[in-house]
């Protein structure tokens, strides 16, 4: 029986632009448990079986202290540390035109230290459905939206609501085809390829795969993974 | 010039049926900076000059816990500990109906630790306004509506999604007239007010005012209040 060749995978970590909520520390080389917060990120990539290439986009200054730390980790399926654009998007655009023609594209933010390769393979699984798959999160809070004068418009039914997470998987295609397309500013991948009238479909990810955005995140993923090490996985 | 009296403010704390998500133990009383959860809380109301009265709703078996606590802690304001109901709506059924007819009422989640007398105080400011005020932050996260199958119907624009908390403060009989009217289940209590056609107001909360609900989270609760103890004010 022949053997149908396995699809290439290719992940965008996008890593630009991310330290303004710090006071001038780009977080995304903010210890963690003693590495930076990217190295986590790159170790779950690296480790992950299905990830053939991995691009990292920095902001344009943190550049070379990222091919430092690549060198250092000898993360062998990084084949570019690039520098990306103003927003999140333009960032993210730099990164798939530097893969090289892969079948899936797994987006990751680079302030998401605590993801795993169950998160990374369970998109692809999910993604092979319709194309785009995202992990979220059902929301826990509830969600008021509010008009300009700070009244309160209406509270969505909370069952229907997920927090958008990363990994966001792709086939190349699709995600290709809406960053062609879409101009205006999102606040995450899927906004693009939904913007295209495609069907993206969310899978669970994990309460405990945060972005760091503060101090205090920053602590809490140290304590989320100093927990796991510890053989608690409850969560 | 004659002084106008004061008017009386009650505050309900909601702390019944809140240790689903921690194995068995009431979260409400699992020990924080040394003290348990439930203390910090009581701690701001007692310390906070505009709050007259508190009355605490617990779960049945935690009601003797909850008495001792007021008890060794000198709660001077606590006029009662009492057992809530099934729902959280039950509960702070319960705790308006022993309020002893105030101007005003501050509801407050009993596992919302790291409240500040300032928030209590721009709430009432601000429910001034329309009789009805919650603190809330904006969503930093994007926000997907999902159908039934797991696909994303619509990303609603970020900028006007806000994330409910608590104190949320109304005038006696705004929040009293919603609680005898609306009878489905809701998730906090600006939703019943908001279902009667009156106006909510939002007023900015704090990102640290987390609720906890997991061991992380009591873990992030402990960093916050020891920064904000060591002087670091700036989240």
Redesign the interface.
Known sequence: MKETPRERVGAVIAAAGSSRRMEGIDKIFASLVGKPVLWHVLRVFEDCPVVDEVIVVLSDESVPRGERLVEEGAFSKVTAVCAGGRRRQDSVGVGLRKLKQPDWVVIHDGARPCLTAELIKKGLKEARR?GAA?A?VP?????????GE???????V?E?????QTPQVFRFDVIAGAYASVTREV??D??MV?AMGH?????MGR??NI?V????DL??AE??LR?RHEGWHR?
Do not use: C, F
């Not at 929301?139 to 509010?146: A, G, S």
């Not at 700070?150 to 969505?156: A, K, M, Q, S």
């Not at 229907?160 to 958008?164: F, H, M, N, P, R």
């Open positions: 319709t995202i979220a929301l826990k809070e509830t969600v008021k939206v509010v008009d700070g009244r309160i418009e209406v509270t969505p909370r229907s609501l997920w927090s958008a606040t995450d899927a906004s939904e069907k993206v479909r969310v899978y309460y405990d972005k955005t503060t101090r205090e602590a809490l304590t989320i927990m969560l």
